[in-house]
């Protein structure tokens, strides 16, 4: 089935630096990737769309300039944290799929101390 | 736009079933799903279900679907200690990839 590995899957920065979060789709080719973001006890809340070759789609409220995506190939988007605070602290899942469903990444916890 | 809800939180004993109920506002959702988070872990897809069917039945897992309801339900049959976990459901768009999701039921199963 669908395999999505996502790293690293933890990570600590500090304040004002920037940190890159990979996705990859393992066995398969995905033209579209979602990152999601999980506060705790929460659901998982869309930020944007990822599609290869083209610019990423934000949902509302997400600022495109501090969270920078690149879906360069088939099988690979990257999530960027530009200038990082602490509010950017959460946990943050990227999906990709075919056919019938989505499968997720294992997911990425950012601390920003 | 679209809105999925669910009850937050379950408490069974080993052994009896579970039933986590959803309900959604999109009624030309394609695919309905049922999604399973461990702690500290990414999403687990469990089962799906087309919005053409009634039902649907994978070893100790049954989803139900009343279309005219909008209304999803998962019931877990002999839920065990293992099963303890967040349940989230979710819609896809219709014709689209986004995925809808509900707030999770967190399932606790005491022995």
């Known amino acids: 089935g669908a395999v999505v590995s996502q790293h690293p899957s933890r990570v600590i920065c500090k304040s004002g630096t920037s940190v890159k979060i990979e996705c990859r789709s393992l066995?398969?080719?995905?033209?579209?990737m979602f990152w999601y973001r999980q506060f705790p006890k929460q659901s998982l809340m869309l930020m944007a769309t990822?599609?290869?070759?083209?610019?990423?789609?934000?949902e509302q409220g997400v600022e495109k300039d501090k969270f920078l995506i690149n879906h360069a190939s088939l099988t690979l988007s990257t999530l960027t944290v530009t200038s990082a605070h602490p509010e950017d602290s959460s946990f943050y899942i990227c999906?990709?799929?075919?056919?019938?469903?989505?499968?997720f990444g294992s997911g990425t916890r950012l601390t920003v101390v | 736009g679209e809105d999925v809800e669910q009850s937050l939180f379950l408490s069974v004993r080993e052994g009896d079933s579970s039933v986590i109920n959803c309900t959604y506002t999109?009624?030309?959702?394609?695919?309905l799903y049922w999604y399973k988070q461990e702690p500290g872990a990414g999403l687990q897809l469990l089962t799906y279900?087309?919005?053409?069917?009634d039902m649907k039945q994978d070893q100790r897992l049954t989803v139900l679907l009343n279309k005219k309801d909008k209304h999803l339900s998962l019931r877990i049959a002999d839920t065990q200690t293992g099963d303890s976990a967040i349940y989230f459901c979710?819609?896809?768009?219709?014709?689209?990839?986004?995925?809808?999701f509900g707030a999770g039921t967190r399932l606790f199963v005491k022995a």
């Open positions: 979710a819609e896809r768009e219709t014709g689209g990839f986004k995925t809808i």
């Open positions: 066995d398969f080719q995905a033209t579209t």
């Open positions: 999109d009624s030309s959702s394609t695919y």
């Open positions: 999906s990709a799929g075919q056919g019938y469903g989505y499968t």
């Open positions: 279900i087309f919005s053409n069917m």
């Open positions: 990822s599609n290869e070759g083209s610019k990423a789609t934000y």
